[in-house]
């Protein structure tokens, strides 16, 4: 196995035109996700998250810094080898309505990644394969021909994953992916994506600004605040005995991880 983080950011600094000068959406931000660990990138609205979560695949470039993926820095947008190296990176949006194509069902929206591959498999391969992915996200086969409208938000999320893991991806990028689901779909969600980080020997960064969630998923937590990093470190420490008034100020939003309250699980999750 290699030394190297799976996923690496250095020194990535991403800046927008304002009034007056430039905002700093990210400044300076480094952090590494190894393999098998599930980073929770934690922070308020407006802290830079999602921002740093579009710079890793490459879907926003970097004023400065750079990223790398097991130790080998990615190709530049546009670069032959980009599109290769960003099957083992693969995204979860926070709103599944606006991910997936509303005239696509569900086969053909999970089916997608197969179709674009190269080479692509035969259609009966990933029919076959589409099916299976169904399986693996608690999704019932016969949901294949319908429609995103047609199902609950829970479902179409996990429609999402499915279409995620179709090309076998080592990491998953998760933007506030629970957010947008009521507090039972959540767990339910959540709890797949436990089982399928064991299954699969995934890696995840999961972006979110509710500290509740990632206590039942996180290995380590990363805190940004104005696109500073501010704090990081293991899960437990950081929920434990946050280091930054920052930090503490998230846990304290959430009255069940309390610090001094902590030790208390998963907070009904």
Known sequence: MSGHPLLEVRDVVVTYPAEGGEHRALDGVSLAVRRGETLALVGESGSGKSTLARVVMGLVTPRTG?????????????????????????????????????????????????????????????????????????????????????????????VCIAR????????????????????????????LLVDLRERRSLTYLFITHDLRVVRHLATSVAALRGGVLVESGPADQVFDAPAHEYTRTLLAAVPALVPTAAGGGDAGL
């Open 66 to 158: 750079e990223i790398l993926l097991d130790g080998a820095a990615l190709p530049p947008l546009g670069h032959p080898a980009r599109r290769q190296h960003l099957r083992r990176l693969q995204m979860v949006f926070q709103d599944p309505d606006a991910s997936l194509d509303p005239r696509r069902t569900v086969s053909q929206s999970v089916g997608e990644p197969l179709e674009l591959a190269r080479p692509s498999p035969p259609r009966a391969v990933r029919e076959a394969r589409v099916a299976e992915l169904l399986d693996e996200v608690g999704l019932d086969r016969d949901l294949g021909p319908r429609y995103p409208h047609e199902l609950s938000g829970g479902q179409r999320q996990r």
């Open 164 to 191: 995620a893991l179709a090309v076998e991806p080592e990491l998953l990028v998760l933007d506030e992916a629970v957010s947008a689901l009521d507090v039972s779909v959540q767990a339910q969600i959540l709890n």
